[in-house]
């Protein structure tokens, strides 16, 4: 299958200048209002979960602290101790002075295909059930964000649904950056992020949450499995075609590319980890 060029779609080199806009957006569902339960906890989760997404990238400051606890509805107790947590992780860093705060780590720590397996015992994450979750809320999500742009009015709606600074475009954009990907745990992470990206496209929140969640699990999974060359061209090219049905708005097309993109990565994770 051809390569789609989001340059045809007019994205251009729009990578750059949407990145910011859409990590903040992408943020602001995960740095939501914690759930009732124990907060020390379910802050880290939220912090590691923008980490291992992408959507505070390898360097990049997170918010401020009175911001990033007020956003989760925790003490700034509580979010020191998370971030403390974190950082003899290994994950952030702290720096002082005028352009100080708190970073992400240049370099993640890596997680041993046991430590992977052991975790998700732990947490309870079962593989088919989640695979099950992840099949209905990722086709879905595809499936109506081509609805999203089918049903642009036409033609300035959808010419504006295509442009730049909005949701497809960050798509394009996400999409060209996981394909330019230069190392594995780069690949990870563009690739969660351009899955997150396609949540996005729908406008709806709540299902941009639940992606990022059933996101966390999968990534769980994928640590204990190797990267296949293969596979990661193979996904390339999947990716390719979930693009292009969303941005031509063929909701059917998008479902169909998405279902089979995610069964492959099943089989591998059955495979490997049955």
Same mark, same amino acid.
């Given at each position: 299958?051809?390569?789609?060029?989001?340059?045809?779609?007019?994205?251009?080199?729009?990578?750059?200048?949407?990145?910011?806009?859409?990590?903040?957006?992408?943020?602001?569902?995960?740095?939501?209002?914690?759930?009732?339960?124990?907060?020390?906890?379910?802050?880290?989760?939220?912090?590691?979960?923008?980490?291992?997404?992408?959507?505070?990238?390898?360097?990049?400051?997170?918010?401020?602290?009175?911001?990033?606890?007020?956003?989760?509805?925790?003490?700034?107790?509580?979010?020191?101790?998370?971030?403390?947590?974190?950082?003899?992780?290994?994950?952030?860093?702290?720096?002082?002075?005028?352009?100080?705060?708190?970073?992400?780590?240049?370099?993640?720590?890596?997680?041993?295909?046991?430590?992977?397996?052991?975790?998700?015992?732990?947490?309870?994450?079962?593989?088919?059930?989640?695979?099950?979750?992840?099949?209905?809320?990722?086709?879905?999500? !595809?499936?109506?964000? #081509?609805?999203?742009?089918?049903?642009? %009015?036409?033609?300035?709606?959808?010419? *504006? +649904? @295509?442009?730049? =600074?909005?949701?497809?475009?960050?798509?394009?954009?996400?999409?060209?950056?996981?394909?330019?990907?230069?190392?594995?745990?780069?690949?990870?992470?563009?690739?969660?992020?351009?899955?997150?990206?396609?949540?996005?496209?729908?406008?709806?929140?709540?299902?941009?949450?639940?992606?990022?969640?059933?996101?966390?699990?999968?990534?769980?999974?994928?640590?204990?499995?190797?990267?296949?060359?293969?596979?990661?061209?193979?996904?390339?090219?999947?990716?390719?075609?979930?693009?292009?049905?969303?941005? !031509?708005?063929?909701? #059917?097309?998008?479902?169909?590319?998405? %279902?089979?993109?995610?069964?492959?990565? *099943? +089989? @591998?994770?059955? =495979?490997?980890?049955?």
């Amino acid at each position: 299958m051809p390569r789609y060029s989001a340059s045809a779609a007019s994205a251009g080199s729009a990578g750059s200048a949407v990145d910011a806009s859409s990590a903040a957006r992408a943020q602001d569902v995960v740095f939501r209002p914690l759930r009732a339960g124990n907060a020390f906890e379910e802050t880290v989760e939220r912090l590691l979960t923008s980490i291992k997404l992408g959507l505070a990238e390898p360097g990049s400051r997170l918010p401020p602290e009175r911001e990033l606890a007020e956003r989760l509805g925790v003490s700034r107790v509580t979010l020191r101790e998370a971030i403390r947590a974190l950082q003899r992780s290994g994950y952030v860093e702290s720096r002082r002075g005028r352009y100080g705060g708190t970073f992400v780590s240049q370099v993640l720590p890596k997680l041993s295909k046991a430590a992977a397996r052991r975790l998700n015992r732990q947490t309870g994450h079962d593989l088919d059930d989640t695979l099950v979750l992840r099949h209905v809320l990722e086709v879905g999500a !595809a499936e109506q964000a #081509a609805t999203h742009i089918r049903t642009s %009015a036409l033609p300035e709606g959808r010419a *504006a +649904a @295509l442009g730049e =600074g909005n949701q497809t475009a960050v798509l394009l954009a996400c999409y060209e950056d996981c394909a330019r990907a230069e190392d594995v745990p780069e690949y990870r992470r563009l690739d969660s992020r351009f899955h997150l990206a396609v949540a996005e496209v729908t406008g709806s929140p709540s299902l941009t949450a639940a992606v990022a969640e059933v996101r966390m699990q999968i990534n769980g999974f994928l640590d204990a499995i190797p990267v296949l060359e293969r596979n990661v061209t193979h996904s390339e090219d999947q990716h390719a075609a979930i693009v292009a049905a969303i941005v !031509a708005g063929d909701p #059917a097309a998008a479902r169909h590319a998405m %279902a089979e993109h995610l069964s492959a990565t *099943a +089989a @591998l994770l059955r =495979g490997f980890l049955a």
